[in-house]
């Protein structure tokens, strides 16, 4: 199971941003971009919209294995 910083990361990756290029367009900091695809920060509600319409995917796909729903 991929995990949301993973997917971040390959998403990012896939579509040529660097680090400081998505926060830049976020409105973060590289740091903050850094610490989601470590793994060690979560984005909030808007952050996660953002994302998700920056690389056409849903929010849902972004964040579906952080969630135990069994």
Request: overall charge neutral.
């Amino acid at each position: 199971m991929e995990k949301f910083g993973e997917k971040l990361r390959t998403l990012r990756q896939q579509h040529g941003f660097s680090q400081s290029q998505l926060s830049d367009t976020l409105g973060v900091t590289r740091t903050h971009v850094s610490r989601m695809e470590r793994g060690e920060k979560m984005p909030n509600v808007l952050m996660l919209l953002k994302i998700s319409n920056i690389f056409g995917v849903s929010a849902d796909l972004l964040i579906r294995d952080e969630m135990d729903l069994d």
